[in-house]
C-alpha cells in the first residue's frame, strides 16, 4: 500500500491555460475527495467521489472546475482558463466505507498549481 | 453549517514543555472531530478523531483531546513537545453519514519549538 499518489507534485501554468491533476487512491478506498489550500489557510472541501459517482461538489466549484473518476478508480481535477486566484494546493484523499475502516480519511500530498 | 475556530495563529514553546491547541467548532448535531497535522510543503496526517465514547481520545505521536460539548471545544494537548513537533496542526469537524463526507477546517495553528 503506497497511500495515495497525486500527480504532478507542482505545476506552474500561464493565465487562461488548462491544467489536469491525477490523484490515485489507496487501492480498494471507494471514496475519494478533492480539497484546496491556499496559503495561510485551511483546506477547504471541493467534491468526493462514491465509487464512479460525483455525490457532493461545493460552490468553490466553478464551471471552470471539473473532476472525474471514471472507473472508480484514479481520478483527475481539471481547471479551464486558470487564473492567478487558481493558485493554491489541491490536496486528494481517500476512505474505505466498508467495516472496521475506522472512518479515516488518508490525504495525498498534494498538488501545487501557481498561475502566473 | 458547521464552522472551526482555532483561535491561536502561532504557538511557539520550548522543547520539553506542555502543548495545549485550541478549537472551537460549530455544528448542529453530535460532531465528529478531528486533528491533522501538516509538515511544510506536505500533506495532512490524523493525530485523532472524535466520533462517539469516551471524550479523552489518545492518538499518535503522543497527542490526546477532549471533547468538552458544554464549550464546544475539542483541545489538542501534549505533556511533552519534541523538535519533530514543529508543523502546522489543523482541527477539522466532519459532517454526512460517516462524519467524513466533508471536513470543515480551522484555519490552523503554526508551532514552533525553540531548543
Known amino acids: 500500500d503506497t497511500g495515495v499518489s497525486q500527480n504532478p507534485r507542482h505545476k506552474i501554468t500561464k493565465r487562461g491555460q488548462n491544467v489536469t491533476f491525477r490523484c490515485d487512491p489507496i487501492?480498494?478506498?471507494?471514496?475519494l475527495y478533492w480539497y484546496r489550500q491556499t496559503l495561510g489557510q485551511g483546506p477547504e472541501f471541493l467534491t468526493y467521489?462514491?465509487?464512479?459517482?460525483?455525490?457532493?461538489k461545493s460552490r468553490l466549484l466553478s464551471d471552470r472546475f471539473s473532476a472525474e473518476r471514471p472507473k472508480g478508480s484514479f481520478s483527475t481535477l481539471e481547471i479551464q482558463r486558470t487564473e492567478q486566484g487558481d493558485s493554491a494546493m489541491y490536496l486528494c484523499?481517500?476512505?474505505?466505507?466498508?467495516?472496521?475502516?475506522?472512518?479515516?480519511?488518508?490525504f495525498g500530498e498534494g498538488s501545487w498549481l501557481t498561475v502566473v | 453549517a458547521q464552522s472551526v475556530t482555532q483561535p491561536d495563529i502561532h504557538i511557539t514553546v520550548s522543547e520539553g514543555a506542555s502543548l495545549e491547541l485550541r478549537c472551537n467548532y460549530s455544528?448542529?448535531?453530535?460532531?465528529?472531530l478531528f486533528w491533522y497535522v501538516q509538515s511544510p510543503g506536505q500533506g495532512l496526517q490524523l493525530l485523532l478523531k472524535?466520533?462517539?465514547?469516551?471524550?479523552l481520545v489518545q492518538g499518535i505521536k503522543g497527542f490526546e483531546a477532549e471533547f468538552k460539548r458544554s464549550q464546544s471545544s475539542f483541545n489538542l494537548r501534549k505533556p511533552s513537545v519534541h523538535w519533530s513537533d514543529a508543523a502546522e496542526y489543523f482541527c477539522?469537524?466532519?459532517?454526512?453519514?460517516?462524519?467524513?463526507?466533508?471536513?470543515?477546517f480551522g484555519t490552523g495553528t503554526r508551532l514552533t519549538i525553540i531548543p
Open positions: 484523499a481517500s476512505s474505505w466505507t466498508g467495516t472496521n475502516s475506522g472512518n479515516t480519511i488518508y
Open positions: 487501492s480498494e478506498h471507494n471514496r
Open positions: 467521489f462514491q465509487n464512479e459517482a460525483q455525490l457532493e
Open positions: 455544528y448542529g448535531a453530535t460532531p465528529y
Open positions: 472524535y466520533f462517539s465514547g469516551d471524550t
Open positions: 477539522a469537524v466532519g459532517a454526512g453519514n460517516f462524519g467524513n463526507e466533508k471536513l470543515t
